[in-house]
């Protein structure tokens, strides 16, 4: 494993960062098993990655016990814990958003269910229009004044929401996002056009989720077949609206390239934003012992320029994302 720093942070953080979402039995593609769970962050921390990230909406609280077990022998000077707030916790008033009571009030309930002092790296995970965002970043910057969060980071939004609140952290004085979260990857590639900018100019970690586009980069789909049982695509739409001919284009050019380098498709798709010079460290969603190994093959891939633009060429990135038919 290699290591990289966090945006103009001083933190070290790995290439790879392990997506905890799947720790959990909130949905049919989750792994709901809390032991095999636990065995394949112990494998991760093996591997040499101290980054994981998780969220208090993870299966209504789960992933992050499953974490918080996982890491209890871990060398908590050396891990790099993330999660996030802003979806319902629960009913009623307060339940969820981002205003100061449930901000404070989930920080301590995901402090609890980590099993930890402190969290390294603590999202918004999304925008709130019904809270000021001088309101957010108060409460933020409360937690990492009282030691209780180390940095915080931002979410799926769109520039100006970004930037907005960047500037209102300069401005008052406040802690700043250090670290974006968007979704991006070979074949999601419309943050080039919003976010990913903005994140370069202001020096900004950049760790994408769904690096693999909901599996849809691995390969084992095919354009005229039928999703199998079982697989992520056969219940859920967020990997069937990826079957688009421009898509099936870049899964073409990155199955070509696998070929020819002894490797994967995911492990070239990873390889792919690796070399992109925004991103820090992609957040990888294995399953498996055998998908999380392949997973970090990638890390030592190193593509040329004419393979990156091979996978490139077939999208034309655009924001706002255009509706899909």
């Given at each position: 494993m290699t290591y990289t720093r966090l945006g103009s942070t001083g933190l070290e953080v790995s290439r790879l960062c392990l997506g905890c979402m799947n720790f959990g039995s909130g949905e049919p593609w989750m792994m709901g098993d809390r032991d095999a769970s636990v065995d394949l962050i112990h494998e991760a921390l093996d591997l040499g990655i101290n980054f994981l990230d998780t969220a208090n909406a993870y299966s209504a609280g789960e992933s992050e016990e499953i974490v918080g077990d996982a890491v209890a022998s871990a060398n908590r000077d050396?891990?790099?814990?993330?999660?996030?707030?802003?979806?319902?916790?629960?009913?009623?008033?307060?339940?969820?958003?981002?205003?100061?009571?449930?901000?404070?009030?989930?920080?301590?309930?995901?402090?609890?269910?980590?099993?930890?002092?402190?969290?390294?790296?603590?999202?918004?995970?999304?925008?709130?229009?019904?809270?000021?965002?001088?309101?957010?970043?108060?409460?933020?910057?409360?937690?990492?004044?009282?030691?209780?969060?180390?940095?915080?980071?931002?979410?799926?939004?769109?520039?100006?929401?970004?930037?907005k609140a960047l500037y209102t952290s300069d401005v008052e004085d406040l802690s700043r996002f250090a670290c974006m979260q968007p979704e991006y990857n070979a074949v999601d590639r419309h943050e080039e056009a919003n976010l990913l900018e903005a994140c370069a100019g202001e020096g900004v970690g950049v760790i994408p989720w769904s690096p693999l586009a909901g599996g849809f980069l691995t390969g084992k789909y095919e354009r005229d077949a039928e999703p199998e049982d079982g697989v992520r695509a056969d219940s859920d739409d967020y990997t069937r609206n990826r079957f688009t001919d421009e898509?099936?284009?870049?899964?073409?050019?990155?199955?070509?390239?696998?070929?020819?380098?002894?490797?994967?498709?995911?492990?070239v798709a990873l390889a792919w934003l690796l070399h992109r010079d925004v991103v820090d460290a992609p957040i990888i969603g294995p399953r498996t012992s055998e998908h999380l190994r392949e997973n970090v093959g990638a890390v030592d891939l190193r593509l040329t320029d004419e393979e990156v633009e091979r996978i490139a060429a077939p999208k034309t990135p655009r924001w706002p994302v255009p509706e899909k038919d």
């Open positions: 050396e891990l790099v814990l993330a999660t996030k707030v802003y979806f319902g916790m629960h009913d009623g008033p307060n339940g969820s958003g981002l205003s100061r009571k449930h901000i404070l009030d989930q920080a301590e309930a995901s402090l609890d269910r980590l099993d930890t002092d402190y969290i390294d790296l603590y999202q918004i995970h999304r925008w709130d229009d019904d809270t000021p965002i001088e309101e957010t970043l108060s409460a933020l910057d409360h937690l990492v004044e009282t030691g209780r969060v180390r940095y915080i980071g931002a979410s799926t939004m769109t520039a100006y929401q970004f930037t898509n099936w284009a870049v899964l073409a050019a990155v199955e070509a390239v696998a070929e020819a380098r002894d490797a994967t498709p995911a492990q």
